[in-house]
Nanobody
Framework: QMQLVESGGGSIQAGGSLRLSCAAS????????MGWFRQAPGKEREFVAA????????RYADSMKGRFTISRDNAKNTVYLQMNSLNPEDTAVYYC??????????????????WGQGTQVTVSS
């Protein structure tokens, strides 16, 4: 089992920034691709971003490109999501997830194995 614990969520005004963190334990972190998904009230969970073994291999949902940045620190067993220019449509619970390392970064939640409990992000106008 891999345990994932998200932190860094909160309430913020539109235009602001937040950095989410996800601390992993229980498995060799560098062997896993990491991802972020989010779920807004009344909506299905959607892909946000994913990262492979290093910051050179990333993938983003189109609506997040240029605003969000995913990164990882293998020495700290942590993946980050830097979110800039937030707007109310970004309000959601953000989930960290992982799957055993592959060259393909999936945007399908069914491809991921481990999930955190989520952290709430609320953006007010």
């Amino acid at each position: 089992q891999m345990q994932l614990v998200e932190s860094g969520g909160g309430s913020i005004q539109a235009g602001g920034s937040l950095r989410l963190s996800c601390a992993a334990s229980g498995r060799t972190f560098s062997f896993y691709s990491m991802g972020w998904f989010r779920q807004a009230p009344g909506k299905e969970r959607e892909f946000v971003a994913a990262i492979g073994k290093s910051d050179d291999n990333t993938r983003y949902a189109d609506s997040m490109k240029g605003r969000f940045t995913i990164s990882r620190d293998n020495a700290k067993n942590t993946v980050y999501l830097q979110m800039n220019s937030l707007n109310p449509e970004d309000t959601a619970v953000y989930y960290c997830t992982s799957r055993f390392l592959t060259s393909y970064l999936s945007d399908n939640e069914r491809d991921y194995t481990y999930w955190g409990q989520g952290t709430q992000v609320t953006v007010s106008s």
